[in-house]
């Protein structure tokens, strides 16, 4: 498995959450990332995405203002701040590599937005 | 940012054919060669099927393939196997950097 995600847990609404990611792999610097979300029982959303860089960072509309994408390359890590969290945002969130064609995903890191 | 439309369920015997629909609009799956399959075992991350709309990554059978017609995209499992049993889920690029998801497919195997 080469991208593992941590961060995730229980926040109460209005909180904020850092989700973590951590690229074992060699071409990190040269991937556009993504963050995915899941919700429980429910379909794939694409959260975030940013480019090689970090110069480019889009968002779903539904998070935008609240989430913010980043990246460090000289760490192999990719990065989610969330605030301002909702109960809507209860999902498993996977960090992807690529953003228009996702070729590798990690496992997901479940986050609970709950009081 | 409209999901695209997936049938909710399909199914089909071991070593028949099924295809799965995703259709969108000419905004997304219409006017873009951005499709994309994802199969997901339950529990499991997503895995890529198919790519640019037939193209197929290393390590997926040929017995997976994928067509785009108008604003519609398809996905073929033929020589259906039990372990093909999952939720599958199309994606497009809808434009303005917006990446849009089917609402998914589970395929059951008789």
């Known amino acids: 498995v080469q991208l593992v995600e941590s961060g995730g847990g229980l926040v109460q609404p209005g909180g904020s959450l850092r989700l973590s990611c951590k690229d074992s792999?060699?071409?990190?610097?040269?991937?556009?990332m993504s963050w995915v979300r899941q919700a429980p029982g429910k379909g794939l959303e694409w959260v975030a995405g940013?480019?090689?860089?970090?110069?480019?960072?889009y968002y779903v509309d539904s998070v935008k203002g609240r989430f913010t994408i980043s990246r460090d390359n000289a760490k192999n890590s990719l990065y989610l701040q969330m605030d301002s969290l909702r109960a809507e945002d209860t999902a498993v969130y996977y960090c992807?590599?690529?953003?228009?064609?996702?070729?590798?995903w990690g496992q997901g890191t479940l986050v609970t937005v709950s009081s | 940012q409209s999901a695209l439309t997936q049938p909710p369920s399909a199914s089909g015997s071991p070593g028949q054919s099924v295809t799965i629909s995703c259709a969108g609009t000419?905004?997304?799956?219409?006017?873009?060669?951005?499709v994309s399959w994802y199969q997901q075992h339950p529990g499991k991350a997503p895995k890529l099927m198919i790519y640019?709309?037939?193209k197929r990554p290393s390590g997926v059978p040929d017995r997976f393939s994928g067509s785009k017609s108008g604003n519609t995209a398809s996905l073929t499992v033929s020589g259906l196997q039990a372990e093909d049993e999952a939720d599958y889920y199309c994606?497009?690029?809808?434009?303005?950097?917006?990446?849009?998801f089917g609402g998914g497919t589970k395929l059951t195997v008789l």
């Open positions: 992807a590599r690529g953003m228009i064609t996702v070729i590798d």
């Open positions: 940013i480019n090689q860089d970090g110069g480019a960072k």
């Open positions: 994606t497009s690029y809808a434009g303005s950097n917006n990446l849009v």
């Open positions: 640019e709309v037939t």
């Open positions: 000419s905004s997304d799956v219409g006017g873009f060669n951005s």
């Open positions: 792999g060699f071409t990190f610097s040269s991937d556009w």
